[in-house]
Antibody
């Protein structure tokens, strides 16, 4: 079955760039929407944005000026870059896939597969 | 942004009880609503999609209903393993996709 695994540094300095990668195993990255979602300690879930396998993207307006999500179909991976980080960006970061119906794949659906999450702390 | 408001924020019930969680959207979202269960230290798990469709492998004691702005998640007979935080999420109006604030379910 399809599995997602996040990887990247667990500690990032303020003002630097947070970079994470999500590796898709057990299936193809094609035809799906791939998302990043984060959860500050003890708080709720915040959608960061998505990349479609074709490369199109869409971001949360609250983060749009600092976020880039990209897809590498040759490696079956997608990535998150968040620049100019502050302590407010400290969170568990999840990658997640939007489910497809039997006939179509759109963002108007639910996140059916999630990575285990990776904790990123912003601190000097 | 579409705001998702869950109630109650926490509920304590006995094993075997029926538990109902409500999620209200600040504007109509048709049936583009999902419910997730999150246990400590784990990623959220999809329970219900399209407001009322049960995700494969999820026990039948979980059910969802509603459309437009008002939705409910019902656990028909609470089990000890159902202790978790439950989140709703809308997928109609984005960006951004938004989640409810969560409801913590505990055993009395």
């Amino acid at each position: 079955q399809v599995q997602l695994q996040e990887s990247g540094p667990g500690l990032v300095k303020p003002s630097e760039t947070l970079s994470l990668t999500c590796t898709v195993s057990g299936g193809s990255i094609s035809n799906y929407y791939w998302n990043w979602i984060r959860q500050p300690p003890g708080k709720g879930l915040e959608w960061i944005g998505y990349a479609y396998y074709s490369g199109s993207t869409n971001y949360n307006p609250s983060l749009e000026s600092r976020v880039t999500i990209s897809v590498d179909t040759s490696k079956n991976q997608f990535s998150l870059k968040l620049n100019s980080v502050t302590a407010a960006d400290t969170a568990v970061y999840y990658c997640a896939r939007v489910r497809c119906t039997s006939t179509s794949c759109t963002m108007r659906n639910a996140f059916d597969i999630w990575g285990q999450g990776t904790m990123v702390t912003v601190s000097s | 942004d579409i705001q998702m408001t869950q109630s109650p924020s926490s509920v304590s019930a006995s094993v075997g009880d029926r538990v109902t969680i409500t999620c209200r959207a600040s504007q109509g979202i048709s049936s583009w609503l999902a419910w997730y269960q999150q246990k400590p230290g784990k990623a959220p798990k999809l329970l219900i999609y399209a407001a009322s469709s049960l995700q494969s492998g999820v026990p039948a004691r979980f059910s969802g209903s509603g459309s437009g702005t008002d939705f409910t998640l019902t656990i028909s007979s609470l089990q000890p393993e159902d202790c978790a935080i439950y989140y709703c999420q809308q997928a109609n109006g984005f960006p951004p996709l938004t989640f409810g604030g969560g409801t913590k379910v505990e055993i009395k």
